[in-house]
């Protein structure tokens, strides 16, 4: 039934199944960080904090610098200082971010958008006063066991999370009604065990899902026949395989899948 019903990656829709989606074409296809790149909306990083130009995007590569320590140490003092002062929406963190980093960032008053590129954080805790957040990346964290906290997050509508420790319970997404993408991922080369995908079936908007290197313990993609809007698909399951062919099946909406990996 599924066979040849999709097209090459990010093609027009193939099948009468043409239900209105609320992400945009290419945030549907690739993702919201992304097409954000793509767009030439990410700016390139500043180390210094004397390098902000007052714009509402801002890219910071404040650590592995290759400063002495002391150096080094001060910088990330005078940024945790500088940053819950700033009007951006949008902050990347795009080198290693210590925990004291993160704290500094999630009270940012306007913070719409956050993506630590990778991290020692261990609490997410802070995230809870990020009120207006709607766009969260996590990159490979493995100091994060408890994600509880991301539950506070009722505007969150873009949530990528990779590398946190296993096995991962997703329980904290039943109450994040708006999310419209949602991305799980191991780090590259290595198996990210999640307890079950059950609590994915209440996110009634979802309509970009990614699954990459996970280990199912329970259920497999069974729990995700009951996405209505689901439409595009990144993971590393076979296209081929019995799981996913019965995910189609299931689920006519689901018209892009890209493999990973």
């Known amino acids: 039934r599924s066979k040849g019903r999709f097209a090459p990656f990010g093609a027009p829709l193939m099948s009468n199944v043409r239900p209105q989606m609320a992400l945009p074409h290419d945030e549907l296809v690739l993702g919201y960080w992304p097409s954000r790149q793509l767009r030439g909306e990410i700016p390139s990083p500043v180390q210094q904090p004397s390098e902000y130009a007052g714009f509402s995007t801002l890219n910071v590569a404040c650590t592995q610098t290759g400063l002495s320590r002391a150096r080094q140490e001060r910088l990330i003092d005078e940024w945790c200082k500088l940053l819950p002062g700033l009007p951006v929406c949008t902050l990347v963190l795009s080198s290693k ?16 958008a956050l993506n630590l590129k990778w991290s020692t954080v261990a609490s997410l805790e802070p995230i809870s006063e990020a009120k207006s957040l709607r766009a969260l990346f996590i990159g490979s964290s493995p ?29 904290f997404v039943r109450g994040l009604t708006k999310l419209r ?46 996405l209505r809007r689901l439409a595009s698909l990144r993971t590393t399951v076979r296209k081929t395989s019995k799981e996913f062919l019965e995910l189609c099946s299931a689920v006519p909406t689901l018209q892009h899948f890209q493999p990973v990996g």
């Open 181 to 226: 993408e949602f991305g799980l991922s191991s780090s590259r080369g290595s198996t990210l065990q999640v307890q079950t995908l059950e609590p994915l079936a209440t996110l009634e908007q979802l309509e970009m899902l990614w699954l990459v290197g996970l280990q199912v313990l329970h259920g497999g993609l069974y729990p995700l026949h009951r």
């Open 97 to 112: 971010v210590p925990q004291r980093l993160f704290d500094a960032a999630c009270g940012m008053p306007q913070l719409q």
């Open 143 to 171: 100091s994060i066991e408890c994600l509880t906290p991301l539950s506070d997050l009722a505007e969150i509508e873009h949530l990528f999370i990779e590398n946190v420790q296993q096995p991962v319970d997703l329980s």
